[in-house]
């Protein structure tokens, strides 16, 4: 991987960082971070720029680290909602402390977060995670409110958006004003549509039970719809049917495969979005990573 060298010492920054910031409970949540993760959102701060040849500062470890911990952050207090059993193969968070606890330890990283972004002392930086936090909670809320109705397709989009890809905007935009690149508004929109992409992968590997390290369908036994049920409801109203109907509706392939195809659209409007960028080892790797939310899906 491109970005091996610079994981790694994000990796040390991060358990420095709860090392510094020290807490009851830093043991428990330095052995959640040490879980297997590709640490995507950081690793997309990197590759992005090293493929515009900038250099990696400590700003720039320090944005890449809060990004870092406030994923983790969303994932623990999702787990609570969910009261998910397991997270990257371990014993989630909540059952291993409680959920009284795990909203504390949520709470605790997106303190760290945000003391590690103040570090960047960039204005622009704070007012963008500002509004990022305030995108995923309302996003989290509108999904928690909605439970057992199908949205509007227009809805589950925003939802992805708000849920999921306002982070990697958050991210990648904070990597703008810090190396002062110019193209913030391709960047944007590159890491929108990988963003919704990606939750539309997401959405699609629940129904498909291809993460062995997830239930299958609990998206819908939760709940939570999404985009094959929502094809489904435009032939065949599913307000009346019991959820094991559902399940197996939702797997119909046609719906599967018109989900496929909604994903690779937004595959491809997010490596459009970079074609201002010059051919290099770095791009490569963005594309093909953004590729594989598609590529790795089709044959399933």
């Known amino acids: ?63 890449a680290c809060s990004v870092e911990l406030i994923h983790n952050s969303a994932l623990i207090h999702d787990d609570i909602i969910d009261n998910a059993q397991t997270r990257r193969g371990k014993i989630s968070l909540n059952i291993k402390l409680g959920n009284k606890m795990s909203v504390l330890a949520g709470d605790f990283l997106l303190a760290c977060a945000f003391k590690q972004l103040v570090k960047c002392e960039n204005i622009n930086v704070i007012n963008t995670f500002s509004d990022c936090l305030y995108r995923m909670c309302t996003g989290e809320i509108n999904q928690n409110s909605s439970l057992f ?43 929108i549509n990988f963003g919704i992409a990606f939750q539309i992968k997401d959405d699609l590997v629940n129904i498909l039970n291809t993460d062995k390290t997830k239930p299958a369908l609990s998206d819908i036994y939760n709940g939570v719809y999404t985009a094959p049920l929502i094809y489904l409801n435009k032939e065949e109203k599913i307000g009346n049917l019991s959820e094991e109907k559902i399940s197996k509706l939702v797997q119909n392939k046609k719906y599967i495969f018109t989900t496929k195809k909604l994903i690779e659209e937004y595959v491809l409007k997010a490596v459009k979005s970079i074609d201002f960028i010059e051919e290099n080892q770095y791009k490569k790797e963005i594309i093909k990573i953004t590729e594989n939310l598609y590529e790795e899906i089709i044959n399933e």
């Not at 994981?7 to 879980?35: A, R």
């Not at 993760?37 to 500062?57: E, G, Q, V």
């Open 1 to 63: 991987m491109p970005a091996d060298n610079e994981l790694k010492k994000l990796n040390s920054i991060i358990l420095n960082t709860l090392t510094d910031y020290k807490s009851n409970i830093s043991d428990e949540i330095k052995d959640y971070l040490s879980s297997k993760s590709k640490k995507l959102r950081p690793l997309l701060i990197f590759l992005l720029a090293k493929s515009l040849n900038i250099d990696i500062t400590d700003e720039i470890y320090n944005l």
């Open 149 to 191: 109705k199908v949205p509007s397709f227009d809805d589950y989009i925003k939802k992805s958006k708000d849920k999921t890809a306002e982070l990697f905007k958050a991210g990648l935009v904070s990597l703008c004003y810090l190396s002062n690149i110019k193209e913030k508004e391709k960047i944007s929109e590159f890491a």
